[in-house]
Antibody, heavy 122, light 108 residues
Framework: QVQLVQSESEVKKPGASVKVSCKAS????????MNWVRQVPGQGLEWMGW????????TYAQGFTGRFVFSLDTSVSTAYLQISGLKTEDTAVYYC???????????????WGQGSLVTVSS | SYVLTQPPSVSVAPGETARITCGGN??????VHWYQQKAGQAPVVVMC???DRPSGIPERFSGSNAGNTATLTISRVEAADEADYYC???????????FGTGTKVTVL
């Protein structure tokens, strides 16, 4: 069965960096794009962008350019989210989500990781 | 950018019907997907392409989309349906995904 297993929660100081991993299993990793979604505690879902698992080409949503980097290691079927120059407002749960396209009118997210809480505090 | 608006909360008694709306400009021309997120858990897709139920989702869940409003309907509500629900579309003009503001469904 499809599984996305993310790295454990982390606590970081402002200005530090963090790298969240998302290991996929149960399917061919390069057959599906991977998306990243942020959820600030008590708030809604926010789409951060996606990465083409064939080419490694990332696309970032507005507000997630500069300090946010999506990357891959296809040899271990893993996607990564790296955030540099952490700020307290980056405190959130970060989810990876597999993209599924069944029509030309858009995609949805059929499998999600369990989420990785990143806490930024001095 | 495209905006999707949901009511913050919906309350419903067990056995009754819950209707969760998702408003957007001409949303009827978009494909709408819905996610259920229970407390402390990752979201799960409960409806895709307006009205298609993924495998394992009860028939009590149905969807519709026309004009400026998409609706997720939960019939014969159960306590297990208590969760936050989010709609999502692909905004072709920006090539970005957009989530709705989210609705908390409370089962009385």
């Amino acid at each position: 069965q499809v599984q996305l297993v993310q790295s454990e929660s982390e606590v970081k100081k402002p200005g530090a960096s963090v790298k969240v991993s998302c290991k996929a299993s149960g399917y061919i990793f390069t057959d599906y794009a991977m998306n990243w979604v942020r959820q600030v505690p008590g708030q809604g879902l926010e789409w951060m962008g996606w990465i083409n698992t064939n080419t490694g080409n990332p696309t970032y949503a507005q507000g997630f350019t500069g300090r946010f980097v999506f990357s891959l290691d296809t040899s271990v079927s893993t996607a990564y989210l790296q955030i540099s120059g952490l700020k307290t407002e980056d405190t959130a749960v970060y989810y990876c989500a597999r993209e599924r396209a069944e029509a030309a009118t858009g995609v949805y997210f059929d499998s999600w990781g369990q989420g990785s809480l990143v806490t930024v505090s001095s | 950018s495209y905006v999707l608006t949901q009511p913050p909360s919906v309350s419903v008694a067990p056995g009754e019907t819950a209707r969760i709306t998702c408003g957007g400009n001409n949303i009827g021309s978009y494909s709408v997907h819905w996610y259920q997120q229970k407390a402390g858990q990752a979201p799960v897709v409960v409806m895709c392409y307006d009205r298609d139920r993924p495998s394992g989702i009860p028939e009590r869940f149905s969807g519709s989309n026309a004009g400026n409003t998409a609706t997720l309907t939960i019939s014969r509500v159960e306590a297990a349906d208590e969760a936050d629900y989010y709609c999502q579309v692909w905004d072709s003009s920006s090539d970005h995904q957009v989530f709705g503001t989210g609705t908390k469904v409370t089962v009385l």
